[in-house]
């Protein structure tokens, strides 16, 4: 309580695949810690993630045009960049903690802030320990984000909202697109999600609507073809026309993802995790075969994780608060852990933000409870509709400059070394 | 001037692929029609098209709900319904024509209006004069609509500036995406296109944002990609990503479309037309093998003419105008024409209604002019900036309801026969 607030320099590290609200999170932290010019003695950004932040690569986001910093909680994507570099295990090289360290020392930071998603956490985790096993007194904070809503102990994550939002107002128009053909065909929407179907269950919201999708394919379920194959025959039957979510981690029973078993091979990125998209055009491909029909593969793609313009303003003010909290908690002297949400209730929608111990978050994955899936692919259970929907009201207040979507607009200049 | 207004019913007749403002011409249409209770004894809609009223299914917009309809125009393709089906020369077959007259008579239809793009108009303009030589007096209208931009005499079309919207926002945020990466990779983003580039050359206003594609290939010029895979390794050394837009319409040297070259086959439609869409995969998998880089295909899919929620409001303001115009033309006697635009003033923005003759517009294709394009696929001139701003302009009034778009449901009770 009497403590001193530490004084020093404070940086932001981006990482793993952006969100349409990584960038608000950024603009939360940068914000408020601007506002504590007697404690936070300078504001970096490393420039694209934590490979940006070992070769030195900083910004100096007190030097930013406020107008410009104002609109970055409405602009898509890691402005400041991102990377998807692991650290190793300290055990096995210590390389990058030692110019880590170096780095901290050299700008004097001692607020070093992670977002990201669970490697990310993972990565905030060791530096957390390794940093105060070395005796360099700095709070590290991880925030959370990712379109995939996996991260364990946060009731969700940002960045999923607004991804929500944007797949079920697409399904709606998809669904409406499909319906305005009196024709059979079959047309199939792939959506992001590796192990954890969360945001193609999201699709779900557009068919309680009416417009929507007939069947959803989760990963939470081994994908058998077959029963796919045998399923949209009966739709298409009763109702000329299918529309089908899928999920692109989909696996079948023997653990292939889909466009491996229809014979197509993966590309790994760095964390080993292969780089999935192409599940739709092989299913449409080998269903083109099976029906004689018109089938139409369709990949939400980046497009997903990048629409600010239908973002959730409930998942923007989130994603913005939710680093204010972890800077007010570094401030007090707390490191380690990972800012996050516990829901209080439903209905009204009432959350507060709390601390979760990184240690705990790091390289767990929360699954999406397979009791809100109901069953034969028909869609999702109340109790998943009552967890999702606060997630995406209110829309954003983007602003447009010409007809076309006012994004922020960084110097991003590199500081010298 | 004197002549009494021709009474009878009413029919709209929908036609080929879908746009985000079809609707709002349905809604200018059935709006003013509705008010013309004296003239227009009942308001048709065919139910998926002309395929509809030669098996009648008609529904009566008269017993639609007020507040539903006037949701139309925020709404995204066609609630009616559409079709592809092309008629067949009257002297080939004169089935379809004697069933069309018998439709007509028996429901007394005096006003036959058809809202497509160039097939339509062809398929409008021969039952005029097949309806007129057999001395049945009905007005024929066509009313434009398509985001491919392609009638000719008109400005431009409804559906064009919604569709140029989308891509250019859309492509906006891809480029944001793709610039928080630190590494080297290729996006290929494929935008709808058959023969002319106008679609894919609004992504050119996100270039000029700062936030847009290094590459614009169009359809206008043969495709070599030798010359595409050296421009691309030239921007990957010098900026380490490349973002590029093209035309799913490409086409190399020899005739082929780009799947094609690279060795599947397509699909062939009702009207002949080749399946398009692939083309970007395509394209990526070359790239890959010769790059061995990070390729990622995005293909705008259907959501680039169904994305209603970023609708241009010139265009959903133009599309139901347009109807309204075409509607008092004909209870003026008019028949025979498609109603559209003449544009007297860029900036500010003028355009008059005016009639062109549908013998004039039918299997006409306006091209994009070459000299709009700059060289070496690095975008458009001023000409082209000029010509689309103004169609971009304005932002939909879409309501949301729950956090999801609002859209219409109509009853569409197809009739007693």
Known sequence: MAKQNLKGALVLVQSGGPSSVINASAQGLFDIALKHKSV???????????LGFLKEDLVLINEEKREELDKLQYTPSSMIGSTRYKL?????DITDYEKVIEICKKYDIRYFFYNGGNDSMDTANKLSQYLNDQGWEIRVMGIPKTVDNDLVLTDHTPGYGSASKYVASTLMELCLDTKAYNMDQVNI??????????LTAASDLARRTGFGPDLIYLPEYPFDYNEFLSRVKDILQEKGSVLVTISEGLKTTDGKYLPEYFGASLYKDAFGHSQLGGAANSLANALKKDLKVKVRPIELNIMQRAAAHIASFTDIKEAYAVSE????EALNGKTGYMAGFTRTCDNPYKIKYELFPLSRVANHEKMLPKEWILPNHNGMTDEFY??????IQGETKLKYKNGLPDFANLKLNIIKK
């Open 40 to 50: 936070i003695t300078k504001v970096y950004g490393a420039r694209f993630g934590i």
């Open 88 to 92: 190793k295990q300290p055990n096995e």
């Open 189 to 198: 929407v792939e959506i992001m999600g590796r192990n954890a179907g969360w």
């Open 325 to 328: 909290f972890a800077f007010k």
């Open 386 to 391: 009552n967890y999702v929907m606060p997630l």
